[in-house]
C-alpha cells in the first residue's frame, strides 16, 4: 500500500487539469483559465507533475506563514494611529499620511482591508449596470451548468402542485438532471446535486438565479455564504448568481418546454405523482435531448470524475448550523429545544457546537470533535412557512378557508333566527 497524499480542493482540481493536458484535451491556455493562473505557471505545474506525479503539485508553503504576512505587532500599530490620530480617514488618504508622518509604508489597499476587518472603513457599493449583452455559450460540456426550479401544477390537478429542478449544460442546451420535488429548498437542492454528480462528474461552475437558497439577501450579511454555497466551495463548484431572468436563458426556455411536452406525456402515461414521475425523467431526458440538445464546440467533457466517497459527500451536502449549549446543556433549532445525552458532562456548558441536519430530517451534534446524541425537549408550535413562489396560493388557501368559515356561521345564525320566530 502506498503513502497517503493529502491534498487541497485546489491541488487535487489541479491535478486533474494536468491529466487533462497530458492527454492532450485541453490547451495550456483554457487550464489556465479554469485554475485561475498565468500559462507559465501552467506549464511549471505540467513540469512538476511529470516529474514528481501528483505530489509534485502539492504547495511546498504548507503549514508556513507568508513571506510578506504583517506581524500582530504591527498591525496593533496601525489600528492605533488611524483611531488616535487618523480617525475618519480613507484607506488611501491614511495610507499617505502614515508614510509621511510615521515612515510606514503600507499600500492603500491592504490598509484598506484591515479597516473594513475593523469596521473601522464602510466599502463601498458598486453601481449595478443596466445593459444586459448576449453571452455566448461555453465551449465545453460541463464548464457551466444552469440550474433552477420551476412550481407547477404538472399533474393537471390529479396532484398536488410541485416543483422540478432543471439542470441545463449551458454549452449544449441539454438538460442533464431533472428532479421533482414537493417545495424548491436546500435539502431538494441537494439531492438533485448528488444526483448529478454520481451521473456525470464535478462541473466547474453552477449559474442560478439570486433565490435566498444561492445568496443571502438580507442586508449587512451578503458577505456570508448559503448553505448551498458553502457545499459547492467544499466541492471545489463555482456559484454564480445571474442578475435576471434572461441571463440564464436557457434553463428559463427548457423550463417552458417542459411545462408543455412534459406535462402532456406525463398526461399520456396516466403518470399522477411525483414518485412516478421521477421514474419517467430519464425516459423523458434522452427524448429531449436528442431532439433540442446542441453540439459543444469543443468535444472535450470537463467534468471531474474524482468524487469523494459516499460518506464525505453526504457530510458535505448537509446543513450546517452553530449553536451554543446553554448551562442544562440545551439548544434551541428548527422551533424545538433540544438537550445533548453525553456520558461526561465536564466541560460541556456554553460549548459551541455544530449540528448537522441531512436530506432523510437526521440529526446529528458535532461537538469536541465528535457526535454526540441529543434528544427532543421541547416543541413548539408550528407556523406555516410559504416561499416567494408560493406566497399568493398560500394567501387564497387561508382566504377561502375563512371565507367557507363565515359563510358556515352565517348558516347557524339563520337556523337559529328561524327556530326563535317559529316558537
Known sequence: MGDMITMSAKEIDRVSVCKMLDKRLIKQGKAAKYLKITPRQVRRLVRKYKKDGEKGLISVKRGKPSNRVYSAEFKEKIKGLIETDYSGFGPSFAAEKLREINNINVSKETLRSYMIGWNIWRPKCGKNCSIHQQRARREYFGELVQIDGSLHDWFEGRDKKCCLIVFVDDATSKIVSMHFVPTENTQAYFECVKKYLKKHGRPWAFYSDRHGIFRVNKAGMKNKD????????????????????????????????????????????????????????EEFITIYNKKFGKKPAKETDLHRKDMPSDLVLKAILCERYDRKLSQNLEFHFNKSIYQVIAQDTRGLKNMPIEICRFANGELKVWCRDKFVECKKFMERKEIQIASGKEINEVVDQIRTKDQAQAWTQVSLLRQINRVAQNG
Open 226 to 281: 448559503t448553505q448551498f454555497k458553502r457545499a459547492m466551495r467544499e466541492l471545489g463548484i463555482e456559484t454564480i448568481c445571474a442578475h435576471s431572468a434572461p441571463a440564464k436563458g436557457r434553463v428559463e426556455r427548457a423550463n417552458r418546454t417542459l411545462q408543455d411536452r412534459l406535462i402532456k406525456e406525463m398526461r399520456l402515461k396516466g403518470i399522477s405523482g411525483i414518485e412516478a414521475a421521477n421514474e419517467y425523467v
